[in-house]
């Protein structure tokens, strides 16, 4: 039986110990305080990120895919960023996709038992056609979700590359992925809530790994999204102003 109180994630915060006696704008202060660490944790790992963004845009040019995987938040964090990246980037919906455990319902609802299936990555994963030629980022605060080590598994026994994010230190995930990221956010403000801390972390690190990716393969000039897709009045609106700056008119 795991041990799951050793995990820097599910720990005590002293800081928070008596949030729920505080003023409100105490608790928020106290919530901000704790948020000011994860730039930080975010920073120490800059390499790696850097590592994987350079993997994924070599993957990119070579016609290959990116995948997240993950549970709960983790698995709706990778949801998210691959869902941003077509109107962002102008990019095919199959570029980059992001997998939940327990399907599409738990981005809403949680799936029971979902996440502790090994094997459920593997059935997600071939469903997708996943090849050698993708990437795969598993995506797991505690670094030991079941579902996204046994994607990971899955991905190494095909020949692809791997990338782990964990916000605990010595995590399993860390231990078999090819590129570990492993921003460590501490104990949260409530205890094992990792939506908190561990969350922002992760959407930061996705972020970066997508946005710099683009900007690699030539989707962004200067600072400018010039493939951005035109589906609503404000975005319209910018890539006329995008065109502007370019053409200097």
């Known amino acids: 039986m795991e041990?799951?109180?050793e995990l820097t994630t599910e720990?005590?915060?002293?800081?928070t110990a008596h949030i729920d006696e505080c003023t409100t704008l105490e608790m928020v202060k106290l919530i901000n305080d704790e948020d000011k660490k994860v730039a930080t944790a975010v920073e120490?790992?800059?390499?790696?990120?850097a590592k994987a963004v350079d993997a994924i845009a070599e993957s990119f040019s070579r016609g290959g895919r990116l995948f997240y995987i993950g549970a709960g938040t983790?698995?709706?964090?990778?949801?998210?960023?691959?869902s941003e990246c077509p109107p962002t980037f102008g990019v095919n919906p199959e570029m980059v996709q992001g997998l939940i455990a327990g399907g599409a319902g738990a981005l809403i609802k949680a799936v029971e038992g979902a996440e502790d299936n090994l094997n459920l990555a593997a059935k997600d994963l071939t469903d997708k056609n996943f090849c050698a030629a993708d990437i795969l980022v598993g995506i797991t605060a505690s670094g030991?979700?079941?579902?996204?080590?046994?994607?990971?598994?899955?991905a190494k026994k095909i020949g692809a590359i791997t990338v782990g994010i964990s916000?605990?230190?010595?995590?399993?995930?860390a231990k078999v992925v090819d590129i570990a990221i492993t921003p460590v956010t501490g104990a949260e403000a409530l205890t094992g809530s990792?939506?908190?801390?561990?969350?922002?972390?992760?959407?930061?690190?996705?972020n970066m790994l997508t946005t710099a990716a683009m900007i690699k393969i030539g989707k962004v000039r200067g600072n400018l999204m010039v493939c951005v897709q035109a589906t609503n009045d404000k975005l319209r609106d910018r890539i006329k102003r995008i065109n502007?700056?370019?053409?200097?008119s």
Request: hydrophobic share 40%.
């Open 144 to 154: 030991r979700t079941p579902y996204v080590l046994g994607g990971v598994d899955f």
């Open 44 to 49: 120490k790992v800059l390499p790696e990120v």
């Open 194 to 206: 990792t939506r908190m801390k561990a969350g922002t972390a992760t959407k930061m690190v996705l």
């Open 167 to 173: 916000c605990v230190e010595n995590s399993a995930l």
């Open 3 to 5: 041990n799951f109180s």
């Open 244 to 248: 502007k700056l370019i053409t200097d």
């Open 74 to 82: 983790s698995g709706r964090l990778g949801v998210l960023d691959a």
């Open 11 to 15: 720990k005590i915060n002293p800081a």
